[in-house]
């Protein structure tokens, strides 16, 4: 069973930085994506950024392109989200998915959703 455990999240300053971290457990074919995604209150899910593990290739949404950056540790099974120059609008719940299809993709192809961790953002 593949489950994943996003953590990092918290309080932080617009204009701050914060880690998150996406870590990976039961996870044993190699050829998968992970998908970040966000939903705000009474908003719809939105798609932020692609981490393909075969080659390390990322992709990310044009409301986070240039702060935000996916990447890895392999050893840990472990997938983060570096987040810099936060605004308020980033505050929202963040979570991370798993596809074996194309990502960016249809949202019914991720899976395996964990519970979420809570960014806010104050000015």
């Known amino acids: 069973e593949v489950k994943f455990v996003e953590s990092g999240g918290g309080l932080v300053r617009a204009g701050g930085s914060q880690r998150l971290s996406c870590a990976a457990s039961?996870?044993?074919?190699?050829?998968?994506?992970i998908g970040w995604f966000r939903q705000a209150p009474g908003k719809e899910r939105e798609w932020l950024s692609c981490f393909r593990r075969r080659d390390g290739r990322t992709e990310y949404a044009d409301s986070v392109k240039g702060r935000f950056t996916t990447s890895s540790d392999n050893a840990k099974d472990t997938v983060y989200l570096q987040m810099s120059s936060l605004k308020p609008e980033d505050t929202a719940v963040y979570y991370c998915?798993?596809?074996?299809?194309?990502?960016?993709?249809?949202?019914?192809?991720?899976?395996?959703w964990g519970q979420g961790t809570q960014v806010t953002v104050s000015s």
């Open positions: 998915a798993l596809t074996y299809y194309a990502c960016p993709g249809p949202m019914r192809d991720f899976n395996s």
């Open positions: 039961g996870i044993t074919f190699d050829d998968y994506d």
